[in-house]
């Protein structure tokens, strides 16, 4: 019977609280949006963050939004073109992609589900004084797929391209 109730109970492995509403990645004793991605991405306590851990990094990992304004300020594109021919039209530039979670959009490379507290709560936007602005999320799988679910928050004053 105590098995079968365990069974039931749904997966919770790794999950970041958030506990600063401003843009950093320092290694201090906060854990930032920014820094809660990073995490994720990496499988790892990173920059002060420290996950709630039932199962290990990768199973079903979590990041928590409390109500509240998160603002992300640090702007920067981790996205180029590569166009060998730039004079000739025929060839299309291609898209060079080196994600990188610390500068720009939170570029999300494993699974995990973002939650905030309510879309009237909890809001993430960007810094409208922030240098290169960019988007918020950035889902990118280096191979196979990746599960991203972003729920409970509005976002604002991002990019949208
Ligand atoms: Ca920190
Ligand atoms: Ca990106
Ligand atoms: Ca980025």
Known sequence: MVLAALGAAPLQAA???VDSSTDGVIDDANCTLREAVLSINAGADLHGCAA????????SDTI??????YTLSIGGADEGFNDP??????????VTNTP??????????ASVRIVGAGSDVT????DAEAPEP??????????????VTI????????ETT
Not at 64 to 69: C, E
Not at 123 to 126: E, R
């Open 134 to 147: 960019d988007r918020f999320f950035h889902v990118y799988a280096d191979a196979g797929t990746i599960d």
């Open 151 to 158: 729920e409970g928050l509005t976002l604002t004053g991002g």
């Open 85 to 94: 021919d730039n004079a000739d039209p025929a060839v299309e530039p291609t």
């Open 100 to 109: 990188d979670a610390e500068i720009g959009d939170l570029d999300l490379t």
């Open 15 to 17: 999950t970041i609280v």
């Open 52 to 59: 709630d851990l039932t199962d290990a990094y990768g199973t």
């Open 64 to 69: 928590v939004l409390a109500a509240g304004t």
């Open 123 to 126: 809001t993430i936007q960007w």
